[in-house]
Every structure is written in structure tokens, then in C-alpha cells.
């Protein structure tokens, strides 16, 4: 067997296939655009770059050459592997109770959570509403948690801001400052200022609750409301948790030195504690999903038509070998014999002869032998009998009228088979004497 040769056809369908496929990606990656930049509800998403999203702080670790990533799988051990740092902001997908484990476990193990207990507060621009909690006990099973029970909360009063800064689109709500006293505080360090803003803060009294009630809370970032920011140990590791998103933001990396706070979390934690840093995209809403085409393909070849599809496959792999390699030893070319002028008349002559027309042949072979007589006598072709037979007469001395008369009155008139045979023979050897005098 030879080896795999594909025809001009066969390549040319490739080649086509290849150029749409090429065309088909770019034009998919033209309508559908890699990254997301927005939506109606205030997600602190790193895709988005509108007031809430946090692309921002995102982009700014990443130009700080931190190892910065997006962690879009369910929380488990494997997927926080390499993480050293998560942030984990404002969870809208609850997490389930094997994700609180390996959480905990994690922590507990020697790594940081940077967290925003969630929900989110809904769409902008209106006005927050106070979430409604519902009690661990009476949670129905089936529904993940949002870490909000991990903490107590007070609502912040709208007197409570110190400034008033304008009606942005992120909160109607005032802004609350806040200048820290000293900055013996790592995660303080460098910062005069901070701004906050939300409708929520951390109970003063008593922030932690749930698993994390018997733990000493670390207050580093407290305003007239409440406790903005807190740290805590737990295990080997840390969780540092703010009442608020504004300050991560992309419009509040902007305000006072909100942007240096994202820059000490990210120093401090990622020294005591190595690896990526990730932010959790999974539980905004946004899983690592493939595009419809390989989903398809992927839901088509794990489902019950796998064997169908991987025969077809076969089939047609089989099919194309088959067509473009030849099997076996190649077959010598049989030329075909070139047809004789003699086997041409043959066949005219039988197939007038069962037709019965001796009037056309008769037509066509006294044409013939007049053409030619008048070519070896140099006489123009319409030129009359009379003309012709004493043309004949001056050459070889043969008297040829009767014969010419002859020939002529059989086009005119059927005659038989073997008086046109006698006509015939006679023409050829009068042409025969005249070309070769013999």
C-alpha cells in the first residue's frame, strides 16, 4: 500500500475548510469580545470596568509584577493549590457546605482571604436596601452560604458621613472619611486618608460571629458607623475582612488613598503568605466555561451518541483513504489501437447498406470520385461532364461520358446494390489510372 496521496479535489476541499474554520474563529472573536466590562448589578468583578467592578485594582497588582489570577472553579483543594492570597468579594453564588470546608481548612493551613461578606446590593443607581439575613438554622440546605453569617452588621445612618461627595452612581449614601491616628498598623502604612461608603458596617461590640466568633478581631479601619476593616487570625492564617466594596472599586481606587490600601494588602499578605493571588470570579457568576461550538462537540461525544460519532469519524477517515490511495501493485495503461480509414468505410458502407440507401451512397462516392478527377485534371470543381470526359479523353484517351452519365442518373434514381457496386469499382480505377498511369 502506498503512502496517503490526496488528490487535487481532495485538497482543495482542505483548503477551503481550513480558510473558513480561520474565518469563522476571527469572526466569533470580532462579535463575542474576550472580557465583559459591565452589568446592571453592582458585581466587584475584575471583567468589569465600570464604578463597581474591580478591574482596576486587578490590572494594578499585575503591573506591580504580583502573581495575580482569576480563580473560576469551585473552592476545593485542588483549585486553591497554588493560591496564596484570595480575595473573595461580595459572593452572589453561595458557597456550599464542601466549599466552607476546604475554606476553612485552607485558612487554617497558612493562607490569606481577603473578604466583602455579600450579597451584592443590587443594580445601580438605586438605592441600596438593607439585605435580610436569614438565620443559619432556618437556611434551607440547598442554599450556599454568602459568609454574611460569619459577622454582625449595623446599618450606617445617612448623618454619619462626614462629607458629602456628590451623588455618585455607586451610593446615594454619604461618604464616611477616615484618617488613622497612628500607622504602627502594616496595613496602614503611607495611608493619611481613606474613604468608605455603603450603607452597612461591622458591629463595634462584637464584629465576628458564626465559626469565627471565638477568634480576636484586629480593628484597622474604624469611622463614626462602625468598623470598616478588620483582621483576624485563624490557624496559620488570616482572613481580612471589609464592611465595604467602595474602597476597591474602580471609582473608589481613586479617592484619598484607597488605591495604597490594595497596594499594602497585596504587599503584606502575599510576603507571609507565597503564591498567586487570586480573585474568585466562580461565585460572581462567572465559571470557566467553554464556547458554544466546543460545548456542543463536548455534550455530543460524552453523551450517548459517542460511538455514532467516533464510527462516522472512521467511516469517513476510511473513505477518504480509500479515494485517494490506490491499493496494491498500479495497472499497466492499455493504449487503444488507432481506427483504420478502411474500417471507417466499413462501417458507413453496412450502416447504408441495412438502411437500404444506395441513393445516398451513391450521392456521396460519385462526389468523391468527381472531386478528385478534378483535382488530377486541374479543373474547377463545377465544371460540367462534357468538360470532365474531355479532360479524361486528352489525359489517358479513355471515352469516360457514359460512365460520368451513369453516375450521375444513380443520384438521381435508386438503383441496386450491385449496379452501384459496378459504378463504384469502375470511378476508383479511373482514378487509380489517372493518379499512378496504371
Not at 44 to 59: C, I, R
Amino acid at each position: 500500500m502506498g503512502r496517503l496521496a490526496l488528490s487535487r479535489a481532495d485538497r482543495l476541499l482542505l483548503g477551503i475548510v481550513l480558510v473558513t474554520a480561520v474565518l469563522g474563529a476571527l469572526v466569533t472573536w470580532l462579535i463575542l469580545p474576550p472580557e465583559k466590562v459591565g452589568a446592571t448589578e453592582r458585581l466587584p468583578s475584575t471583567f468589569f470596568n465600570v464604578a463597581s467592578g474591580t478591574k482596576a485594582a486587578y490590572e494594578v497588582l499585575e503591573r506591580l509584577n504580583y502573581p495575580v489570577g482569576r480563580l473560576r472553579h469551585r473552592i476545593d483543594a485542588e483549585t486553591l493549590g497554588a493560591t496564596g492570597t484570595l480575595f473573595l468579594l461580595q459572593p452572589e453564588v453561595g458557597l456550599d457546605r464542601d466549599e466552607m470546608a476546604a475554606l476553612l481548612a485552607w485558612i487554617k493551613a497558612g493562607h490569606a482571604l481577603v473578604l466583602i461578606p455579600g450579597p451584592p446590593e443590587g443594580p445601580f443607581p438605586a438605592p441600596p436596601v438593607r439585605r435580610q439575613k436569614t438565620p443559619p438554622a432556618t437556611a434551607p440546605e440547598n442554599e450556599g452560604s454568602l459568609l454574611d453569617e460569619w459577622f454582625r452588621f449595623v446599618e450606617v445612618p445617612e448623618k454619619a458621613g462626614e462629607e458629602r461627595r456628590g451623588q455618585s452612581p455607586f451610593s446615594p449614601f454619604l461618604k464616611s472619611r477616615f484618617r488613622p491616628a497612628a500607622a504602627r498598623e502594616p496595613l496602614l502604612a503611607g495611608i493619611g486618608e481613606l474613604w468608605a461608603d455603603g450603607h452597612e458596617r461591622f458591629k463595634p461590640q462584637s464584629p465576628l460571629a458564626g465559626p469565627l466568633e471565638k477568634l480576636a478581631p484586629h480593628v484597622f479601619w474604624k469611622d463614626k458607623a462602625g468598623i470598616v476593616g478588620l483582621w483576624a487570625a485563624l490557624g496559620g492564617g488570616t482572613i481580612v475582612a471589609l464592611a465595604d466594596p467602595y474602597p476597591l472599586s474602580n471609582l473608589g481606587l481613586s479617592d484619598a488613598d484607597n488605591g495604597l490600601l490594595v497596594a499594602n494588602l497585596a504587599r503584606e499578605l502575599s510576603s507571609r503568605y507565597p503564591g498567586q493571588i487570586m480573585f474568585d470570579e466562580f461565585h460572581l457568576g462567572f465559571p470557566q466555561q467553554d464556547y458554544s461550538a466546543v460545548a456542543l462537540a463536548k455534550l455530543v461525544l460524552a453523551g450517548p451518541w459517542r460511538w455514532a460519532v467516533a464510527q462516522a469519524i472512521v467511516v469517513t477517515v476510511l473513505a477518504l483513504w480509500a479515494g485517494a490511495v490506490r491499493f496494491g501493485s498500479p495497472r499497466d495503461v492499455t493504449l487503444r489501437r488507432r481506427r483504420q480509414h478502411r474500417e471507417f468505410a466499413e462501417a458507413a458502407g453496412r450502416l447504408l447498406n441495412e438502411a437500404g440507401a444506395t441513393r445516398v451512397a451513391a450521392e456521396t462516392l460519385y462526389r468523391h470520385y468527381r472531386d478528385r478527377l478534378c483535382r488530377l485534371l486541374e479543373l474547377r470543381p463545377e465544371a460540367d461532364d462534357g468538360r470532365l470526359a474531355q479532360a479524361v479523353r486528352e489525359r489517358s484517351g479513355q471515352d469516360v461520358a457514359a460512365l460520368l452519365q451513369q453516375a450521375r442518373g444513380a443520384t438521381a434514381a435508386a438503383v441496386g446494390r450491385q449496379k452501384l457496386l459496378t459504378l463504384t469499382r469502375q470511378l476508383h480505377h479511373l482514378v487509380e489510372t489517372l493518379d499512378h498511369g496504371a
